[in-house]
């Protein structure tokens, strides 16, 4: 049992992961607002959906529409409907304090129940002349003041993502433990090439199986996660076809196994070929993705794993899900070490 305490450890940590993971709510959270287009001069009443709120048990509500971090307009009125719905009344000047055609409002909510909530780009104005001057004058600014903090232990709601971020647990930790495991390989296929025992060629054999499968595993709930969130599954995103190019050169390296039959050229060969795979891996999944335009967070200068995508409540999960797919993925190679031993025992055996 003190051999095996690291596939316990996995085992605990994936069971604590998919419990905290699919269990813990989110925060409060705006999903809509209808009309998403005004004119100046106009009142507006916001038709406003949220996520997780309690707007009957929040009453009273208070709502602003932000320009910047100075300026803003508090709602006049605000109807409430239900848990999820409401109305918010907003009085739009004639002109605002600003040199652009089309303005775009943050929308705040807040109340001392649910805290608050935040939907960027919320409302865009349009005002008919432009006229900051006029505009400063006829602005009537009403701080954003006594907003209510409400901690519990809740996952953050972010737009588009909404109950899809859980999949952070899953998609992103599955693809460190494939690069753990897959360096774990390589380094069996140095120490091949170095020493000549062949029992380095099969736990690197053994290391490659279990990081494709990962890989595999993480490029389905990949494909799951931006059916969600960019409207399909696959879309041609440069991260998605350099992931698959790269799990198609490993898929290649059992093909090249599979051409030899003696045992010392196929360690070799294939040894050589599993450093080139994983020296192509880094670039392929790394490093083209961050040169050009993507819809993936982490490459073409869309950030990744920042507050807006991680904060501390997640990261009580996330790290404990990287180390249990990773001690999970070592365990399944050991099994599959294991079994090819026994294979060639009875062969031999045969013979």
């Not at 991260?239 to 198609?248: D, F, G, P, R, Y």
């Not at 010392?264 to 450093?275: C, D, Q, T």
Request: no cysteine.
């Amino acid at each position: 049992m003190k051999q095996n305490w690291w596939k316990a450890l996995g085992v605990v940590l994936l069971i604590y992961v998919f419990i905290m993971g699919m269990t813990v709510p989110l925060t409060p959270g705006i999903l809509s607002v209808t009309p998403s287009s005004v004119r100046t001069g106009d009142e507006v009443k916001l038709e406003i959906i949220g996520y997780n709120t309690m707007y009957v048990e929040s009453d009273p509500v208070q709502a602003w529409l932000k320009l910047d971090n100075e300026r803003a307009l508090k709602a006049s009125r605000i109807e409430i409907k239900d848990a999820r719905s409401l109305s918010a009344v907003f009085q739009i000047p004639e002109y605002l304090p600003v040199n652009r055609k089309v303005q775009d409002f943050v929308l705040v909510l807040d109340s001392e129940q649910a805290g608050t909530s935040v939907l960027p780009s919320a409302v865009f104005v349009t005002q008919d002349s432009i006229d900051p001057a006029m505009g400063q004058k006829t602005w009537v600014n009403s701080p954003i003041s006594n907003l209510h903090e409400r901690w519990s232990m809740t996952y953050p709601f972010r737009n588009i993502l909404s109950e899809t971020i859980r999949n952070t647990y899953f998609h992103v930790p599955l693809w460190f433990a494939m690069i753990f495991v897959f360096i774990a390989s390589v380094f069996n296929s140095i120490q091949y090439l170095r020493r000549g025992e062949l029992d380095y060629d099969n736990k690197a054999q053994s290391l490659t199986k279990v990081g494709i499968l990962l890989g595999i595993l993480g490029l389905v709930t990949g494909a799951i996660w931006a059916r969600y969130t960019w409207g399909e599954f696959w879309s041609g995103d440069v991260k998605q076809n350099m992931t698959a190019i790269a799990l198609l050169i490993y898929f290649a390296y059992f093909i090249l196994r599979g051409v030899f039959e003696d045992p010392e050229k196929k360690g070799r060969i294939s040894a050589v070929y599993n450093i080139f795979a994983f020296t192509a891996l880094i670039p392929l999944i790394y490093v083209i993705p961050r040169l050009v335009d993507s819809l993936h967070p982490g490459a073409g200068g869309n950030p990744a794993f920042g507050t807006q995508d991680l904060d501390n409540t997640m990261r009580m999960v996330f790290y404990p899900a990287i180390i249990g797919w990773t001690l999970i993925g070592f365990w399944i190679a050991s099994l599959l070490y294991r079994i090819d031993r026994i294979n060639l025992h009875f062969l031999e055996m045969d013979e």
